[in-house]
C-alpha cells in the first residue's frame, strides 16, 4: 500500500489518495478514492510553550498583565468593598443593612464581655486580711483593677458568676461566713482586656473581607484553643498569658496574608458544596442546643459536640426555671412570626430585618417591668476603648508557630465554611483568596489594639444574613454600635435578658438547618449525599473542627478517587453526521468494524495509567467468554484515542429536517494533560498492539500534549500520519485499510487460537461489502432480516 498526500497549495481540504498495488499481499488492486482530511499542525520543540516556564518568561507575563491590569481593577482587588460601593441601591440596602448592623452590635457588645472567660477559666484569687479602726475587709486581688461590692447580695452574685462560668479559683468562695462578711469590702476585678476583640477586626474585615454577611469576632472554638495551649506555657492570671494571646493573634494574622499573597485560597475549593452543607447544618444544630441553657435556666457543659450537651440538659431537668423558659419562648416565636411575614408578603418586608432588634428592646423592657429573679441578664459591662500598643515578647514565636498554624487552620475552615454557605445563599461568588486576606489584616489590626485571634462568628453570620444584610456597610454599622457603646452606652445593655439573645440566635441558625439539600443531594447524586451525612454525622458528635477536616478529607478521597478511575467512552457515529458520541449515551450510534474509537474523559498520568490500561483490557476477551463489556468484533485493525471532545457543526439535509442539523454550541477539552508515566504505557500498548497487528491512531491532541508526545518520541513511534485533526478524519483513512484487509484472501494463522480477541461491541463482518462512501455516510445501512444471526449483521451497525 502507498500513500500519496495532495498539495500543500490547494486550497480546498487536503487529499489523501489511497491505493493498493496488485502486487501487495493484500490482494487484487483497488480503486483510488481520494478521502479529505485536515492536517494537523505539529509543534516546534525549539519553540515550544514549555519554555514559557522560564523565571524570565514568568516574569514577563507578570508584567504585561500587570501592565493590562487599570487602576480601577487594582483598587478593586486590594479593596473589595469598593465593588459593592460603587454599585450599592441605597433606597433598597441601606435599611437592611443598617438593621442588620444594629441586631449584630447589640449582639456583640455582651457576648465580648465574659468571651475571655471561655480561654481563661482558671482565675488565682489572693486573699489579704486587713484591719483598719473602722471595718475588717478582704480584699480579693485579681490581675487588673477592682470592681466593687459592698455587701453579702454583691457577693453571692458573684459567687454566683463564679460557678456559672466555671471558674476554678484557689480557695473555696462559698466558706464566708454571712456575718462575717455583711460588713465587709470586697474589690475584685475580673479581667477584661479583650473586649475590644470583636471592634476593630470588625472593621478591617468589612473594607478587606469578599463576604458580605460574614460578622468576625471572638468564637468560642478560637478562645478554647489559645487557652488550652497558652496554659500549658504560662499560668492564666500572669501577664504573659495576655502578650502571648496578642502575639499569637498578629502571627495568625501574618500567616493567613501570606497564604492569601502566594494565591492559596485554590485549597479552599476542595471544600465541596455538600461538605459546606453537611457542616453548616449540624453546627446550626450544636449552636442551638448551646443557648438551651438560657431558656432553660440552669448552666450546661460547653461543648462543641452534641452527646454532651444532650446529657447536661437532661443531668440538670431538676433546675429548670419556668420565667426564662417562657420568656424565651414568647421571643422566639415572635421572631419565627415576623421573619415568616417578611418572607412571605412585600409589604411586610422590614419585619424580617427589625425582628431581633424588636426581641432586645421587648426583652429589656419585661425585666424592667417586672424584674424577675430567674432570669439571666447580660450584666455589667466596663467602659473604654482599647489603646494602640505592638505585640511583645517576640522570643516566644518560635515556640508557638505549630500553634498559630493550627488556629489557623480552624479558623479559615470554620470562617470560610460559613462564608461560603451564606455566599451561596445570596447567589455571589466568595473570592477565597481575598477572603484570607481580610482575615489576615483583620488579625493583625486587631492584635494592635490588645485583641486576640478572631475569625468569623456562625451565630452572629447567621443573625447578619437573617437581618437581612446585603454588603459590608452591616459590618461598618456594627462596629460603629460597639464603638459608641463602649463609650456612653454600656449601662443600656446591663438589663437585656440573655434568653432574647439566645432566641436570636436560635432563630437565625433554624434557617441553617439545610435538609432540602439532602433529599436534593439523595435524589440527584448518592456520592454527594453520603459526603453531606458523613460531613454533618461527624460534626455533631466529634466536634465542629473535627467535622470541617474529616468532610475536607472525604471530599479529598472522592476526588483522587475519580481521577484515578476516570470515565471511558467508546465512540459510534450519530446517522447523517459526523458526530461521534458515547455509545451507551446514544444506543442510534453506529460503529464500524475493524476500527475502535475511544475517549478517555480526563488527564493521563501515573495515579490512573494502570486503571486505563486495566479497562482496555478488560475489552479483551477469548472467544469463549460470553460476557461482553466492550464492543463486539472478530478483529481490530485500528484503535482511535480521542484526546479532545467537540461538538461539530454536521448539516445533511434540509432545513426543514431539524433532526440532520447539529449545531456547534460546544468544546470541551477532554485530555488536557500527559505525563512520563502515560507516555511510557502508550509505548508499551503500542508494542503489545503492534504484536497482535492493530495501529494506534491519536484525534485532536492539544498543543501541550502534543508536544510531550513529540519529545517522548510517541509522535515519531506511531507515524505523524497517524495523528488527525477529527476523528471522522481518521475513520475516514482507517476504513479503506479495514477495508482492503477485508476484501483481501486470508490465510491460515497458527497463532490465531491463542490471540485475544479486543474491543467487543463493533459489529461483526457482515456478508456483502458496502463501498467506502456508503460506510462513510451511514445512509445505506439497511435492517438484518429478522432470521439473520448476530454475527452476520451488517458493517454499520447500530449498538443494541
Request: charged residues 15%.
Amino acid at each position: 500500500m502507498e500513500r500519496t498526500f495532495a498539495s500543500s497549495g490547494s486550497r480546498d481540504l487536503p487529499t489523501i489518495s489511497v491505493s493498493y498495488s496488485s502486487s501487495s499481499s493484500l490482494g487484487p488492486s483497488m480503486p483510488t478514492r481520494p478521502v479529505k482530511i485536515i492536517p494537523l499542525q505539529h509543534p516546534n520543540t525549539t519553540t515550544s510553550s514549555s519554555l514559557n516556564l522560564l523565571p524570565g518568561a514568568l516574569f514577563s507575563r507578570w508584567t504585561a498583565k500587570v501592565k493590562r491590569t487599570t487602576l480601577v481593577q487594582w483598587i478593586d482587588t486590594f479593596l473589595p468593598c469598593c465593588r459593592w460601593i460603587r454599585t450599592y441601591k441605597w433606597r433598597e440596602y441601606f435599611q437592611l443593612d443598617l438593621m442588620a448592623g444594629l441586631t449584630v452590635g447589640v449582639m456583640l457588645v455582651p457576648q465580648l464581655g465574659r468571651v475571655w472567660l471561655l480561654g481563661n477559666d482558671v482565675l488565682s484569687v489572693e486573699f489579704r486580711y486587713v484591719c483598719n479602726q473602722t471595718q475588717p475587709s478582704v480584699i480579693l486581688l485579681f490581675p487588673s483593677e477592682q470592681c466593687l461590692m459592698q455587701n453579702w447580695q454583691d457577693c453571692t452574685q458573684f459567687m454566683d458568676y463564679v460557678s456559672y462560668h466555671k471558674i476554678k479559683t484557689a480557695i473555696n468562695l462559698t466558706s464566708f461566713d454571712k456575718v462575717f462578711v455583711e460588713n465587709m469590702v470586697m474589690n475584685v476585678r475580673i479581667q477584661k482586656f479583650p473586649v475590644d476583640t470583636g471592634f476593630i477586626p470588625i472593621f478591617v474585615y468589612a473594607i478587606f473581607g469578599s463576604s458580605r454577611q460574614l460578622a468576625i469576632g471572638p468564637v468560642a472554638l478560637v478562645s478554647l484553643l489559645v487557652s488550652n495551649v497558652l496554659g500549658g506555657i504560662v499560668n492564666s492570671s500572669d501577664e504573659l498569658y495576655t502578650e502571648l494571646a496578642i502575639l499569637l493573634a498578629f502571627m495568625v494574622g501574618i500567616l493567613e496574608c501570606v497564604m492569601a499573597l502566594l494565591r492559596l485560597g485554590w485549597l479552599i475549593r476542595f471544600i465541596s458544596h455538600s461538605v459546606i452543607s453537611g457542616f453548616t447544618s449540624a453546627s446550626a444544630i450544636v449552636i442551638a442546643l448551646s443557648q438551651a441553657k438560657y431558656f432553660l435556666g440552669y448552666d450546661i457543659v460547653r461543648s462543641s459536640k452534641i452527646v454532651p450537651l444532650i446529657k447536661s440538659i437532661i443531668s440538670g431537668a431538676h433546675e429548670f426555671s419556668w420565667p426564662p423558659f417562657v420568656m424565651g419562648s414568647c421571643i422566639l416565636a415572635i421572631l419565627l412570626v415576623m421573619k415568616h411575614l417578611g418572607k412571605s408578603r412585600k409589604q411586610f418586608r422590614f419585619l424580617r430585618a427589625a425582628g431581633p432588634l424588636t426581641a432586645v428592646v421587648l426583652g429589656t423592657l419585661l425585666v424592667k417591668m417586672f424584674h424577675p429573679s430567674s432570669i439571666s441578664l447580660v450584666g455589667e459591662i466596663p467602659q473604654g476603648l482599647p489603646s494602640f500598643s505592638f505585640p511583645k515578647k517576640f522570643e516566644y514565636a518560635k515556640s508557638l508557630i505549630p500553634t498559630a498554624m493550627l488556629i489557623t487552620g480552624v479558623a479559615i475552615l470554620e470562617s470560610v465554611g460559613i462564608a461560603k454557605a451564606l455566599a451561596a445563599k445570596n447567589g455571589y461568588e466568595l473570592d477565597s483568596s481575598q477572603e484570607l486576606f481580610g482575615l489576615g489584616l483583620a488579625n493583625i489590626m486587631g492584635s494592635l489594639f490588645s485583641a486576640y485571634p478572631s475569625t468569623g462568628s456562625f451565630s452572629r453570620s447567621a443573625v447578619n444574613n437573617e437581618s437581612g444584610a446585603k454588603t459590608g456597610l452591616s459590618g461598618v454599622v456594627a462596629g460603629i454600635i460597639m464603638c459608641c457603646s463602649l463609650l456612653f452606652l454600656t449601662p443600656l445593655f446591663e438589663y437585656i435578658p440573655q434568653c432574647a439573645l439566645a432566641a436570636i440566635v436560635i432563630s437565625a441558625v433554624m434557617g441553617l438547618v439545610d435538609y432540602d439539600e439532602a433529599i436534593f443531594l439523595w435524589h440527584v447524586d448518592k456520592k454527594d449525599f453520603v459526603l453531606w451525612i458523613i460531613t454533618s454525622t461527624t460534626t455533631l458528635f466529634l466536634g465542629i473542627e473535627i467535622g470541617v477536616l474529616v468532610g475536607v478529607g472525604a471530599s479529598l478521597a472522592f476526588v483522587i478517587h475519580e481521577s484515578a478511575n476516570p470515565h471511558i467512552a467508546v465512540l459510534g457515529r450519530l446517522p447523517g453526521t459526523t458526530v461521534y458520541r458515547n455509545i451507551e449515551q446514544y444506543p442510534e450510534a453506529y460503529t464500524y468494524n475493524g476500527i475502535v474509537i475511544v475517549r478517555i474523559d480526563a488527564p493521563i498520568y501515573f495515579a490512573n495509567i494502570s486503571f486505563i490500561k486495566d479497562r482496555l483490557r478488560e475489552y479483551e476477551v477469548d472467544a469463549d467468554k460470553s460476557s461482553r463489556r466492550g464492543p463486539e468484533v472478530e478483529k481490530i485493525y485500528f484503535v482511535i484515542l480521542e484526546m479532545s471532545r467537540k461538538s461539530y457543526s454536521s448539516y445533511t439535509g434540509s432545513l426543514n429536517n431539524p433532526l440532520t442539523y447539529i449545531p456547534n454550541v460546544s468544546n470541551f477539552v477532554a485530555i488536557t494533560y500527559i505525563d512520563s508515566s502515560a507516555v511510557q504505557a502508550l509505548k508499551d500498548l503500542h508494542q503489545e498492539y503492534k504484536s497482535r497487528d492493530i495501529q494506534i491512531c491519536i484525534s485532536n491532541p492539544n498543543r501541550d500534549v502534543l508536544l510531550t508526545l513529540t519529545k517522548a518520541g510517541i509522535v515519531e513511534l506511531l507515524g505523524k500520519e497517524r495523528y488527525f485533526v477529527r476523528v471522522h478524519d481518521a475513520v475516514q483513512v482507517c476504513l479503506q485499510h479495514v477495508q482492503s484487509s477485508t476484501q483481501s484472501p486470508k490465510k491460515p494463522d497458527p497463532s490465531a487460537e491463542d490471540k485475544p480477541r479486543i474491543f467487543r461491541r463493533l459489529s461483526k463482518q457482515r456478508e456483502e461489502d458496502l463501498s467506502i462512501a456508503e460506510l462513510e455516510s451511514g445512509d445505506n445501512k439497511t435492517s438484518a432480516p429478522k432470521h439473520t444471526k448476530p454475527h452476520l449483521e451488517p458493517l454499520l451497525s447500530r449498538k443494541s
